[in-house]
């Protein structure tokens, strides 16, 4: 009797330690991969032509192509006239043409169907590249954008963007009336 239940013991036993080695097994190939890892995982995917680009992806790189384009139409005279945006004397420059290009590319990412994560992620990518915002800047206008009130300076300087963009879309150029400059204007910013 205590033969048999030796036996079981150790068949149980045996069970005990090919169950841990096959958990173990198991959750040391689904561990969650450190940024590193992914990094190099798909830049070997890349590398090896395992990963297409999807329609969306194209779609929002047509979209940033087109957004670019504009701002640095729409920046060419502003930046003969004042040089260097950057500097901090011109913070408030850079605010107008923030919201003015906000509603601009926003306008672009509509008309392409890009969802509200990506024109967001539009905006960041052209402000960050034309006028060198830090992502709190970026976020501070995305904002006043979002929040703004009817018939205010700041709606009316997206809007006057919203409208320029359309206009550049479908023309591919930006009447004078409603171009960057002369809203700027307009509005008493270059006064």
Not at 50 to 71: G, P, T, W
Not at 77 to 94: A, F, P, T, V
Request: aromatic share 10%; charged share 25%.
């Amino acid at each position: 009797m205590l033969a048999i239940f030796i036996s079981i013991l150790e068949v149980a036993l045996v069970s005990l330690v090919a169950l841990i080695w096959y958990r173990t097994y198991h959750l040391y190939n689904n561990r969650e991969l450190s940024d590193h890892d992914k990094i190099e995982k798909v830049v070997k995917r890349l590398l090896q032509g395992e990963v297409s680009q999807d329609d969306q992806y194209q779609v929002k790189m047509e979209s940033l192509q087109k957004a670019q384009i504009f701002a640095g139409i729409q920046l060419l005279e502003i930046k003969r006239n004042y040089g260097d945006l950057h500097q901090e004397n011109l913070s408030w420059l850079r605010e107008a043409v923030s919201l003015y290009l906000i509603g601009a590319i926003d306008f672009i990412g509509k008309q392409a169907n890009c969802g509200s994560k990506s024109r967001k992620e539009l905006i960041s990518l052209v402000l960050k590249s034309n006028l060198n915002l830090s992502p709190e800047k970026t976020t501070s206008y995305f904002k006043e954008a979002l929040y703004r009130k009817l018939s205010s300076d700041n709606d009316l300087m997206v809007r006057a963007g919203a409208k320029a963009a359309k206009f550049w879309l479908t023309e591919k150029v930006v009447p004078k009336p409603i171009s960057l400059e002369e809203q700027l204007n307009d509005w008493g910013v270059f006064a």
